[in-house]
């Protein structure tokens, strides 16, 4: 059976320049997609990422990698949007890595897609109106 599930793993400073998920692809055949990265050389890793393949090899993966030491999370936290405070402005278009926002061009209305949505949170300080909110 297939899985497909999106995780926060932290390195520890001794795995940052480790092929850690090149392991993943090689030897359990799992896919990913990077959401998120912030890795420091000699200091500390963090990547979100949606991690795809059979359940079993999963399950290996997962083992392996808190084996070697990385940290593992779900992804646990949502970003909503609070429909009547949002003003339609546009400022969270501008600073989205993901493309989750999308102003319509005939109605000028933002439109949010919360499937590409990877809860980074820099919407929520740049939203004048405070219509985004975090839950976990």
């Given at each position: 059976m297939a899985v497909s599930k999106r995780i926060v793993l932290h390195f520890p400073r001794r795995l940052v320049e480790r092929p850690i998920i090149y392991r993943l692809v090689k030897d359990y055949d799992l896919e990913f997609?990077?959401?998120?990265?912030?890795?420091?050389?000699?200091?500390?890793?963090?990547?979100?990422?949606?991690?795809?393949?059979?359940?079993?090899?999963?399950?290996?993966?997962i083992d392996f990698?808190?084996?070697?030491?990385?940290?593992?999370?779900?992804?646990?936290?949502?970003?909503?949007?609070?429909?009547?405070?949002?003003?339609?402005?546009?400022?969270?278009?501008?600073?989205?890595p993901t493309g989750a926002f999308k102003l319509e061009p005939k109605t000028r209305i933002v439109l949010f897609d919360n499937d590409k949505c990877i809860a980074c949170g820099l919407c929520i300080p740049a939203c004048p109106p405070r219509a985004m909110e975090v839950h976990f």
């Open positions: 997609n990077i959401l998120k990265a912030s890795i420091t050389p000699e200091e500390e890793g963090l990547l979100v990422l949606e991690l795809k393949g059979d359940q079993k090899e999963y399950d290996k993966g990698l808190i084996k070697a030491g990385v940290k593992i999370q779900a992804l646990s936290q949502d970003i909503t949007r609070n429909e009547e405070r949002c003003t339609n402005c546009g400022a969270c278009v501008t600073v989205c």
